[in-house]
C-alpha cells in the first residue's frame, strides 16, 4: 500500500506530465513556439500579467513595433503558448473567411453567458448564423435611420440634465466659470435611453429610473474588480480548472448580477408587449422587440429564457460601448480646444434638411466631414472593446502579410497553429501600431482622415470599418455600428451646441476591463473617470 508521501509524489508525478505533455503536442505542428517573445516572462504568469498589468495597450503595441505583427506569449499558470496576432492578412482569415473555426473559447463564453447570458455574442456556428439572420434586419440604414427622433430625445435630455447640474455646482460655488464632472456619470445616461426607447421601448429616465441606477452601479463594480489583481488571475485559474466557474467565488459570481437585474424588466418588458399582442404597430415593429416576440412568440421556460438574454445583451453592449467612446472624443476635444472649437463651428453652420436644421441620417454621414473625422479618430485611438481573443477549432496555416522572422532568422510568411492554439487579438494595438500608422499613431488628429495620403495603404489595414478594427470584421462584425455610429454624432452635436469642454490638466490613462477604462494617472484608487471642466454655452 502506497505511504501519504508517495501518493502525493504520483500526483505531482502525474500532473507534471500532464502539463508537459500538453505543451509537447500544443507545439507539434505548430510555428507559434519558434516566434518572438518578449523579454522576461514571469515563471507564473507568463507575460500575461504585464499585458494586463502595462497601460494604454503598450505591452502590445510596443512589441508590435519591435517583434512584428505576429509575436510569441508565454501563457500564465503553464498554459501553453500564446499567438498575439495584428497581421492583416491573418486577423482576415480568421475573422472574415473562417469566423466559426475561430472561435470566442470555452473560458470566455461562460463568462459571457454570466453577464449577457447566451445571445448573439456567446453564439458560435449555426446558432451564431440563425440569430443573425434574424436580428440583422433590425440594423439596416432604413430602420437606424428611422431612431431619430428617439435618439434626438435622449441627447436632449441629456443636456437638460447636465445643464442643471452645472447650474446648481456653479452656483454652489458662486462661480460662473463652470462644473467640474466626472463625463463617465453623464454620457452612458442618453445611450442607455436610446437602447431602452430603440429596442424595448423602455424609458430609463436619463439615468434617474432605479433600474438605470442599478444596472450603472452593478457595470461599475465589475468594471472595477476587473481592475484589480483578482479580475487578472480569475479567467486565468477558470482556464487551467474550467470547473471553477460554478464556484460561489466573488469575482465571477458578480458578474451574475448585471443580468438578473436586466432580466428582470426584460420580462416585464416582454410581459408588457404580449399584452399589446393586437397592437397594429406591435405586429408590423420592426424594434428589436417586436423582432424578438415575433422571431418566438410564445417563448417559455427555456426559450423566454434565451429571448431575455437576448434583451440583456442589447441593453448592455448597447450602450456602454458608445458612451465609452463619447467620452475619450470629449476627453480628446477638452485637450484641443482648437479641435472643439473647428468643430463646433462645422455643426453650428451647417443648416440641415430635419426639423430645425437638424441634419438628416444622410447628412451626418456624408455633410460634416470634420465630425466625421473625429468620430474615426476617436474610435481608432480609443477602441470600447480594445482586445478580444479566439481559439483555434482547428489546424490550420495563417497567412501573413507581413512576414515575421524567428529567432534564428527564419522568415515566415505564414503560421501553423494547433486546434486549441488561444490567440490574443489587441484591436488598440492594431488602431494604436506605428508600423502602420506611423510615428504619430499614438496621437489625436482626426486632420488624419481629411488630409491627402493621411491614412495608412489599405493593403496594410484590416477590413473592418474605416480600416479600423474597433468594430471587428466579417460575418460577426459588430451588428449595431450604424446605430452607435448615428447616436455617437446626434450626441456630440447636441453636446457641443450647447456646452464647452474644457481640460482639468488630468492625464488619462486606461487599462482594460470589459471595455478599454480610464483613470487618472496615479488616481487609480479614486475609481474610473475622465474629469472635465463643463461650462455651458447658452448661460
Ligand atoms: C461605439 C460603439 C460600439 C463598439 C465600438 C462596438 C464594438 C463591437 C465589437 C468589437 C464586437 C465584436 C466582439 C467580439 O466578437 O469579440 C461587437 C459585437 C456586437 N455588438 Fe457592438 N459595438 C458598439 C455598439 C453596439 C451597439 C449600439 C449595439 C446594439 C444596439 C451593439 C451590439 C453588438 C452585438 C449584439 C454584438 C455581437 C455580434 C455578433 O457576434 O454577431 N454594439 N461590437
Known amino acids: 500500500m502506497a505511504t501519504s508521501s508517495e501518493t502525493k509524489l504520483l500526483i505531482a508525478t502525474a500532473v507534471v506530465a500532464y502539463v508537459v505533455g500538453k505543451r509537447w503536442w500544443a507545439k507539434r505542428g505548430s510555428d507559434v513556439g519558434r516566434l518572438k517573445k518578449p523579454a522576461g516572462a514571469h515563471w507564473l504568469w507568463g507575460h500575461e500579467y504585464e499585458a494586463w498589468d502595462t497601460l494604454d495597450g503598450q505591452f502590445y503595441i510596443k512589441n508590435i513595433d519591435e517583434l512584428g505583427q505576429a509575436f510569441g506569449m508565454k501563457g500564465g499558470l503553464f498554459h501553453s503558448d500564446i499567438l498575439a496576432l495584428t497581421d492583416p492578412a491573418a486577423i482576415s482569415h480568421m475573422f472574415t473567411k473562417h469566423p466559426y473555426e475561430y472561435t470566442k473559447s470555452q473560458i470566455i463564453r461562460p463568462l459571457i453567458d454570466r453577464l449577457l447570458g447566451k445571445s448573439l455574442v456567446w453564439a458560435e456556428g449555426d446558432q451564431h448564423k440563425r440569430q443573425r439572420q434574424v436580428l440583422a434586419p433590425v440594423f439596416t440604414n432604413e430602420n437606424v435611420k428611422a431612431m431619430d427622433n428617439e435618439i434626438h430625445r435622449a441627447a436632449d435630455k441629456l443636456v437638460e440634465v447636465l445643464r442643471e447640474h452645472v447650474l446648481s455646482q456653479q452656483a454652489e460655488k458662486g462661480d460662473g466659470g463652470g462644473a467640474r464632472v466626472n463625463i463617465l456619470d453623464w454620457s452612458g445616461r442618453a445611450t442607455l435611453d436610446v437602447i431602452g426607447a430603440v429596442g424595448f421601448g423602455h424609458d430609463f429616465q436619463c439615468g434617474t429610473s432605479e433600474e438605470a441606477k442599478a444596472i450603472t452601479r452593478s457595470w461599475r463594480e465589475l468594471i472595477l474588480m476587473g481592475m484589480e489583481f483578482p479580475g487578472f488571475v480569475a479567467p486565468l485559474v477558470i482556464r487551467a480548472f474550467p470547473i471553477i ?185 492594431i488602431n494604436r501600431s506605428h508600423t502602420v500608422w506611423g510615428p504619430d499613431a499614438e496621437v489625436f488628429r482626426p486632420e488624419r482622415w481629411l488630409d491627402a495620403g493621411g491614412l495608412p495603404a489599405p493593403t496594410s489595414l484590416t477590413q473592418g470599418w474605416s480600416g479600423i478594427f474597433s468594430f471587428l470584421e466579417g460575418p460577426r462584425i459588430c451588428i449595431g455600428f450604424r446605430l452607435a455610429l448615428f447616436e455617437y454624432k446626434v450626441i456630440m452635436t447636441t453636446l457641443l451646441k450647447n456646452f464647452e469642454f474644457k481640460d482639468t490638466g488630468a492625464v488619462l490613462k486606461t487599462q482594460f476591463s470589459s471595455n478599454l477604462q480610464p483613470f487618472v494617472e496615479g488616481r487609480k484608487q479614486d475609481g474610473i473617470q475622465i474629469p472635465l471642466i463643463v461650462k455651458d454655452l447658452h448661460q
Not at 246 to 266: F, H, M, S, W, Y
Not at 297 to 302: I, L, R, S, T, Y
Not at 305 to 314: E, K, P, R, V, W
Open 245 to 429: 466557474t460554478d464556484l460561489p467565488v466573488e469575482a465571477i459570481q458578480a458578474q451574475g448580477e448585471i443580468k438578473t437585474i436586466v432580466k428582470r424588466i426584460a420580462k416585464q418588458l416582454v410581459e408588457e408587449r404580449r399584452a399589446m399582442q393586437n397592437d397594429e404597430g406591435m405586429k408590423s415593429g420592426k424594434d428589436l422587440m417586436s423582432t424578438l416576440l415575433k422571431w418566438n412568440q410564445n417563448a417559455e421556460g427555456e426559450d423566454l429564457d434565451q429571448l431575455l438574454d437576448h434583451i440583456c445583451t442589447f441593453v448592455m453592449v448597447g450602450h456602454e460601448t458608445i458612451s465609452n467612446a463619447l467620452n475619450f472624443a470629449l476627453y480628446e476635444l477638452a485637450r484641443n480646444p482648437e479641435m472643439q472649437d473647428k468643430l463646433r463651428k462645422e455643426m453650428t453652420e451647417f443648416v440641415g434638411s430635419g426639423p430645425g436644421g437638424e441634419p438628416t441620417y444622410e447628412e451626418y454621414q456624408s455633410q460634416l466631414p470634420y465630425l466625421d473625422a473625429v468620430c474615426k479618430e476617436g474610435l481608432r485611438m480609443y477602441p470600447p472593446a480594445s482586445h478580444t481573443e479566439r481559439i483555434a477549432l482547428a489546424d490550420d496555416v495563417l497567412p501573413l502579410r507581413f512576414p515575421v522572422t524567428t529567432p534564428s532568422g527564419e522568415q515566415l510568411s505564414s503560421i501553423r497553429v494547433k486546434r486549441g492554439q488561444l490567440i490574443n487579438v489587441p484591436t488598440i494595438a
